[in-house]
Each structure stands twice: as structure tokens, then as C-alpha cells.
């Protein structure tokens, strides 16, 4: 189907161990992000991914690893989860110069 | 830096009540602005946006015009439905291609 999808829509894991949430595109988009969204803060930037192999920091990229070796993939992987990134993680995307962002349905992490 | 502020809520109304949800912005230069709307368990979709000022953005009844020297952007609509309660986030795009989010308003209407 065309658009953005998630997976998984839904994930528990333990302290420490490591877990991956993927993000898939189909419409050839350049722009790729991840945001984590938490009661009280909005919506959060992570990490943005300007094309293929170019990645940068958002507002909080710490205990966070992305990658974007296609354009139409962007995995966000969580190196030792905590319980503090126990949240609702959304990915979007956008065309160059269109600045308006197409958001993914979200992926709820719950760290025990 | 870029930042945006929209209205504490909840809000709550009754069906076909006028609806008003403020957003003011700070930004350098001339920035994008949008209206998202998130209904419950989905991501957020685009409402509606202005690129410059003065401009009307609109969709499905909502409306809020880029208003550079007030730097406001207040979303509205005349007469909201049951269907119209979501969360609605304001947010800014000042260049970098990255957006800038309110932390949200959640709107119920009630029957």
C-alpha cells in the first residue's frame, strides 16, 4: 500500500535490551524523521534524515541510533532501552521543499 | 529559536459551537505554518497550512490566517461536530525542513 507504515504498532520490552522500530515510505520522500510523543511535551524530534546516508540530531537524540541506508527506510533502534523512552514513537516523512511533514500511525513502546 | 505556544486545554464544547484554538509563533524570517490534527490511536494528519502572510489556510470548515503582525495563526471553525474531537497541533517550519510542534490542544464536543 502506498504511504508511511510502522511496525510493530505495539511493543513491550525489558530494561537494557536493545529494540529496533522501523519506518517505511513509498513515496520516495527525502525527508525522513522520528519524534517521540509524551504527555505534557507534544511531539519531540529524535532524529531527521535529509536523503539516503544523511542523518542528524534532534532535540533528543540521546540512547537513540538511526540509519537510512534506502530511501525508503529509516529505522530508529534503541541501544539499551530504558523505562524513560517508554512512549508513543511516530515517523514522517516529507518531499524537498514541501515542508509540510505525512505522518506514520505510531508505534507504542512500553519498557518494563 | 523557532518556537510555538498554542492554548492550554482541554476544550470542551457542544455540538455546532464555534471553535477557537490560539497559536502564536517566534521565529526568524518568514516560516510555514501548519495546523495537524491527531484523532485517537492514529498519527497526526495535515489540517491545513499558510506559507506567507496573510494567506487563509482551510479544510473541512477549519480555517486560521497567517498573521505576521500578531504572529498568530488561531485555528477556528463555525460550528464543530462530534466527529471534529481530536488533539490539534500547531507547529512552524522556519527553513531547515524540520517542524517546530505546540504541545497540543485536545478538543471534545459533545452531543
Known amino acids: 500500500d502506498a504511504g508511511i507504515t510502522q511496525s510493530p504498532r505495539y511493543k513491550i520490552t525489558e530494561t537494557g535490551r536493545q529494540v529496533t522500530l522501523m519506518c517505511h515510505q513509498t513515496w520516495s520522500h527525502s525527508y525522513m524523521f522520528w519524534y517521540r510523543q509524551d504527555l505534557g511535551h507534544g511531539l519531540r524530534l529524535i532524529y531527521y534524515?535529509?536523503?539516503?546516508?544523511?542523518?542528524d540530531k534532534g532535540e533528543v537524540p540521546d540512547g537513540y541510533v538511526v540509519s537510512r541506508s534506502k530511501t525508503e527506510n529509516f529505522p530508529l533502534t534503541l541501544e539499551s532501552a530504558t523505562r524513560s523512552q517508554t512512549s508513543v514513537y511516530f515517523c514522517?516523512?516529507?518531499?524537498?521543499?514541501?515542508?509540510?511533514?505525512?505522518f506514520g500511525p505510531g508505534t507504542r513502546l512500553t519498557v518494563t | 529559536g523557532n518556537s510555538v505556544t498554542q492554548m492550554e486545554g482541554p476544550v470542551t464544547l457542544s455540538e455546532e459551537a464555534f471553535l477557537t484554538i490560539n497559536c502564536t509563533y517566534t521565529a526568524t524570517g518568514y516560516p510555514s505554518l501548519f495546523w495537524y490534527v491527531q484523532y485517537p490511536g492514529e498519527g497526526l494528519q495535515l489540517l491545513l497550512k499558510?506559507?506567507?502572510?496573510?494567506d487563509k489556510g482551510s479544510n473541512k470548515g477549519f480555517e486560521a490566517t497567517y498573521r505576521k503582525e500578531t504572529t498568530s495563526f488561531h485555528l477556528e471553525k463555525g460550528s464543530v461536530q462530534v466527529s471534529d474531537s481530536a488533539v490539534y497541533f500547531c507547529?512552524?517550519?522556519?527553513?531547515?525542513?524540520?517542524?517546530?510542534f505546540g504541545k497540543g490542544t485536545k478538543l471534545t464536543v459533545n452531543p
Open positions: 507547529a512552524l517550519e522556519g527553513g531547515s525542513e524540520k517542524l517546530v
Open positions: 499558510a506559507t506567507k502572510a496573510d
Open positions: 514522517a516523512s516529507s518531499g524537498r521543499g514541501y515542508h509540510e511533514q505525512y
Open positions: 534524515s535529509a536523503a539516503a546516508d544523511i542523518t
